[in-house]
Protein backbone atom coordinates (compact mmCIF):
# COMPACT_ATOMS: atom_id res chain seq x y z
CA UNK A 1 0.00 0.00 0.00
CA UNK A 2 1.24 3.04 -1.00
CA UNK A 3 1.82 6.04 1.81
CA UNK A 4 3.07 9.54 2.02
CA UNK A 5 3.58 10.89 5.35
CA UNK A 6 4.84 14.02 6.66
CA UNK A 7 5.67 15.09 9.66
CA UNK A 8 7.56 18.40 11.47
CA UNK A 9 4.76 20.98 11.23
CA UNK A 10 3.54 22.92 14.17
CA UNK A 11 3.96 26.56 15.82
CA UNK A 12 6.76 28.71 16.08
CA UNK A 13 7.78 32.53 16.27
CA UNK A 14 8.72 34.46 13.76
CA UNK A 15 12.50 34.19 12.74
CA UNK A 16 12.56 30.53 13.63
CA UNK A 17 13.15 27.52 12.04
CA UNK A 18 11.08 23.52 11.52
CA UNK A 19 11.90 21.06 9.85
CA UNK A 20 9.92 18.92 7.53
CA UNK A 21 10.09 15.47 6.51
CA UNK A 22 8.18 13.27 4.43
CA UNK A 23 8.24 9.54 3.71
CA UNK A 24 7.01 7.58 0.76
CA UNK A 25 6.25 4.22 0.85
CA UNK A 26 6.06 1.65 -1.52
CA UNK A 27 6.41 4.06 -4.43
CA UNK A 28 8.99 2.83 -7.21
CA UNK A 29 11.09 5.04 -9.95
CA UNK A 30 10.56 8.38 -8.05
CA UNK A 31 11.40 10.80 -10.79
CA UNK A 32 10.44 14.49 -8.31
CA UNK A 33 9.71 14.85 -4.38
CA UNK A 34 8.56 18.37 -3.44
CA UNK A 35 6.94 20.79 -1.10
CA UNK A 36 3.50 22.88 -1.88
CA UNK A 37 2.01 24.88 0.25
CA UNK A 38 -1.32 26.37 0.74
CA UNK A 39 -2.80 29.38 2.80
CA UNK A 40 -6.40 29.97 3.54
CA UNK A 41 -8.03 31.62 1.07
CA UNK A 42 -5.21 31.14 -1.37
CA UNK A 43 -4.13 28.52 -4.08
CA UNK A 44 -1.48 25.55 -3.45
CA UNK A 45 1.60 26.65 -4.58
CA UNK A 46 5.12 25.56 -5.14
CA UNK A 47 7.68 25.83 -2.35
CA UNK A 48 10.37 23.47 -3.34
CA UNK A 49 11.42 20.10 -5.53
CA UNK A 50 14.60 18.07 -5.58
CA UNK A 51 14.89 15.57 -8.59
CA UNK A 52 16.07 12.29 -8.48
CA UNK A 53 19.44 13.72 -9.89
CA UNK A 54 19.22 16.41 -6.93
CA UNK A 55 18.24 19.12 -9.34
CA UNK A 56 16.91 21.45 -6.65
CA UNK A 57 13.79 24.33 -7.27
CA UNK A 58 12.43 27.13 -4.94
CA UNK A 59 9.67 29.64 -5.15
CA UNK A 60 11.17 33.05 -4.98
CA UNK A 61 9.74 33.72 -1.49
CA UNK A 62 11.56 31.25 -0.01
CA UNK A 63 15.15 31.25 -1.72
CA UNK A 64 17.55 31.58 0.53
CA UNK A 65 15.48 30.63 3.66
CA UNK A 66 14.75 26.85 2.73
CA UNK A 67 16.74 24.09 2.08
CA UNK A 68 15.25 21.25 0.04
CA UNK A 69 17.29 17.68 0.54
CA UNK A 70 16.31 14.04 0.38
CA UNK A 71 17.97 10.53 1.54
CA UNK A 72 17.30 7.63 -1.33
CA UNK A 73 17.81 4.74 0.94
CA UNK A 74 14.97 6.32 3.00
CA UNK A 75 12.43 7.66 0.06
CA UNK A 76 12.46 10.54 2.70
CA UNK A 77 12.55 14.15 1.60
CA UNK A 78 13.33 16.90 3.73
CA UNK A 79 12.24 20.64 4.11
CA UNK A 80 14.56 22.69 6.61
CA UNK A 81 12.81 26.17 6.85
CA UNK A 82 15.13 28.73 8.78
CA UNK A 83 13.99 32.46 8.88
CA UNK A 84 10.20 31.60 9.42
CA UNK A 85 7.73 34.90 8.24
CA UNK A 86 4.14 35.24 9.04
CA UNK A 87 3.50 34.65 5.56
CA UNK A 88 4.89 31.04 5.68
CA UNK A 89 2.00 30.16 7.39
CA UNK A 90 0.49 27.22 5.18
CA UNK A 91 -0.77 23.61 5.41
CA UNK A 92 2.59 21.89 3.73
CA UNK A 93 2.11 18.71 1.50
CA UNK A 94 4.43 16.55 -0.20
CA UNK A 95 4.51 15.36 -3.61
CA UNK A 96 5.91 12.31 -4.99
CA UNK A 97 5.82 12.27 -9.20
CA UNK A 98 7.19 8.71 -10.29
CA UNK A 99 6.85 7.11 -13.78
CA UNK A 100 2.79 6.25 -13.48
CA UNK A 101 1.44 9.45 -11.93
CA UNK A 102 1.99 11.67 -8.28
CA UNK A 103 0.87 10.87 -4.77
CA UNK A 104 -0.15 13.65 -2.17
CA UNK A 105 0.31 13.99 1.53
CA UNK A 106 -2.53 14.77 4.31
CA UNK A 107 -0.43 18.08 5.05
CA UNK A 108 0.93 19.13 7.73
CA UNK A 109 0.29 22.65 9.53
CA UNK A 110 2.81 25.17 9.81
CA UNK A 111 1.65 28.39 11.86
CA UNK A 112 3.86 31.07 12.15
CA UNK A 113 3.72 33.98 15.14
CA UNK A 114 4.86 37.06 15.08
Known amino acids: QVHVVESGGGLVQAGGSLRLSCEASNIFSINVMGWYRQAPGKQRELVAT???????KYADSVKGRFTISKDNAKDTVYLQMNNLKDEDTAVYYC?????????WGQGTQVSVSS
Open 50 to 56: ITNGWLK
Open 95 to 103: NVDFELGSF
